[in-house]
């Protein structure tokens, strides 16, 4: 009896540990497979960033140089002890300005010092202010094109600068700087649904979607950054600490994961993980960042461990089960009705185990607030959608989806109210679909689908449906009926193209206009 009981002990302690093993390898497996996904969408969510990032600027880039090779200007310098061609170059300016709808367009001679200025007759006028210490300045002065970010040490406000060398003669005998007012860009990086920065050539973020990283170094500043930044007076007033990173790993691929303290320390909130992927800008010293919370990775690879040992753990309990039951069958005559109870059982667990590998199959390709697909099981069926279109030549469409100030509605009414409009958008979205289309949570507060069979207009019509069928089912949150609105961009495969990645930034950038032109509307691109 004793060595029985021995034998018994043993077993469970080799079931145990093959029962932890196979958890903990799920977990690393799923644990891998989900930091795969965050890279591919840290890399595109980099590359759409990084193209976008002097959109709103590249308006201007023709300024400086028109301003500096106009007579006017030129004359201004050569005089600048005449008050007429002065106020000739003001006034050139002023009205320059006014049409390009910059923040201030003013000139300055070899020494620094501002001759004219569009804003000459205002109370913050540049004219007579010395900027010799600005980098711009000094590349111009170098006959180079200058281009800098800073914090305005007249108006106290941020801008970029574009400049430009004034030549006569084959001589540099000023600069034309271009000042542009970033007041608007901050805000749309605001409302941005990633945690994206761009830092400058000292690691300084002066554009973020999370306003209290903005003008934080990425790095402890080196004694050499923080005297060029004294003399520049880049950051003059508003430079803060620098981010409260710590690197945890850095994967062979380039990509980090890195730890930032949340708040106040004292408020004990445990510190965010991130994903983090990091580029360079082409023509500039600046850099790109995406940071990519990692919370969604743990809980999915941790629920798949538990699932996993679940499974594992009933089907031991099986054997064991059965190992029991056919010990008895030798030992007593009526075996054949023992073996038989045995045998049902085995068959229950059977079954019972079959449920849990389709719960395990559902969890790891299902969004498990929303119920919708995941984008992993999105970006596995694209390529099966985009081959039989290119087979059948039928059309393949896109439709990204947005709910219209989502953030506003966590901060007022709390993330669980933002989980009930997510829900209301999955369920009124779900309504909607056919059989063959293929509907995901692509992230945040952005859904996806894919419409095999469907040009690009009839894919609008659906998506129009649906933006007027959300705004006829408000959420009830705290006894208040909330309407909600979506903005959709669309788009369509197009034959030729090698896979999809194009048809979905073009329906990404659509959801873009559509948030741009006002949201609650329907984008095509």
């Not at 009414?413 to 409009?421: F, S, W």
Request: aromatic share 8%; glycine share 6%; hydrophobic share 40%.
């Amino acid at each position: 009896m004793l060595n029985d009981t021995g034998k018994r002990i043993g077993h469970a302690f080799i079931v145990l540990i093959a029962v932890a093993s196979a958890a903990y390898l799920s977990y690393t497996i799923s644990w891998k497979d989900g930091i795969t996904d965050l890279k591919q969408e840290a890399a595109y969510r980099l590359e759409l960033s990084s193209a976008n990032l002097f959109a709103p600027t590249d308006k201007f880039s023709y300024l400086p140089e028109v301003v500096a090779s106009h007579p006017t200007i030129v004359d201004a310098l050569q005089h600048e002890s005449d008050p007429a061609a002065l106020r000739r170059a003001n006034l050139f300016l002023e009205q320059t300005n006014g049409s390009a709808k910059s923040a201030v367009i003013y000139i300055l001679d070899k020494k620094g010092r501002v001759i004219a200025a569009s804003n000459w007759q205002t109370p913050e006028s540049f004219v007579g202010q010395d900027y010799a210490y600005r980098p711009y300045f000094q590349d111009a002065l170098a006959n180079r094109s200058g281009r800098f970010y800073g914090m305005g040490t007249t108006s106290r406000r941020p801008g970029y600068y574009l400049s430009q060398p004034i030549s006569f003669a084959g001589k540099v005998i000023g600069v034309a700087t271009v000042k542009i007012d970033m007041s608007d860009i901050d805000q749309g990086w605001r409302k941005s649904r990633e945690q994206v920065v761009v830092a400058d050539d000292n690691g300084v973020i002066f554009l973020s979607s999370l306003p209290d990283w903005k003008y934080r170094p990425l790095r402890t500043l080196s004694e050499s950054a923080e005297k060029t930044l004294a003399h520049t007076r880049q950051y003059e007033t508003v430079l803060k600490p620098p981010l409260p990173t710590s690197l945890i790993e850095r994967l062979p691929s380039g990509e980090q994961i890195v730890s930032i303290s949340q708040g106040d320390e004292a408020a004990n909130e445990p510190p965010v993980r991130y994903l983090l992927k990091s580029g360079t800008i082409p023509g500039s010293d600046w850099s790109l960042h995406v940071f990519v919370p990692m919370a969604q990775v743990n809980v999915v690879a941790t629920r798949i461990a538990l699932l996993t040992a679940g499974a594992l753990s009933l089907l031991a309990l099986s054997l064991l089960s059965l190992n029991q039951v056919l010990e008895r069958a030798r030992e007593r005559e009526k075996s054949r009705l023992a073996l038989e109870g045995a045998h049902q059982a085995l068959e229950q667990k059977h079954l019972e185990l079959q449920k849990l590998s389709e719960e395990l199959r559902l969890t790891s390709i299902t969004d498990p607030l929303t119920g919708a697909y995941n984008r992993r099981f999105f970006f596995e069926s694209v390529p099966k959608l985009v081959s039989a279109a290119n087979r059948h030549g039928f059309p393949l469409s896109f439709i990204t989806i947005d709910a219209d100030h989502f953030k506003r509605i966590n901060d007022m009414y709390g993330h669980p109210a933002g989980d009930k409009v997510l829900q209301m958008l999955t369920t009124v979205c779900k309504e909607s679909l056919r059989e063959a289309d293929v509907f995901a949570r692509f992230g945040g507060e952005e859904f996806i689908m894919a419409l095999p069979n469907t040009g690009v207009e009839e894919a609008r019509t659906v998506a129009d449906r649906l933006r007027i069928l959300v705004m006829e089912r408000p959420v009830e949150i705290k006894g208040d009926l909330l309407k909600i609105t979506v903005s959709c961009g669309v788009s369509q495969y197009r034959a030729g193209e090698p896979n999809a990645d194009l048809a979905l930034k073009r329906a990404d950038d659509g959801l873009y206009l559509a948030k741009s032109n006002g949201r609650n509307q329907v984008a095509v691109c």
